[in-house]
């Protein structure tokens, strides 16, 4: 089964241009591979930039975010929590 998809099919499945495509490529929103002329892009990209996955540097980030809650909220968290 082909994992990658071209840059028509994925300004289909996100509702934009391939002129939009081509910008988030740039700009590192959307990561694709150039093959000769062209770019692909994985399913697994496509479906981030639906928002219906989340990549290892959002986890990364939301992990960091809740510690820190975690560290200066603790107590407010726990007194919450037996209400």
């Known amino acids: ?9 994925v300004a289909k ?15 590192g929103q959307i990561k694709a ?3 000769g002329r062209n770019y692909v892009i994985s399913k697994d990209e496509v479906l981030k930039a639906l ?10 980030k939301i992990d960091e975010i809740v510690k820190r809650g975690v560290k200066e909220y ?6 919450l929590g037996k209400e």
């Open 1 to 9: 089964m082909n994992n990658l998809l071209s840059t028509s099919e």
């Open 13 to 27: 499945i996100l509702r934009i241009n391939r002129v939009n495509v081509f910008k988030k490529i740039k700009s």
């Open 33 to 35: 591979e150039k093959i």
């Open 51 to 60: 928002g219906l996955t989340i990549g290892e540097k959002s986890k990364a």
């Open 74 to 79: 603790g107590d407010v968290f726990k007194k």
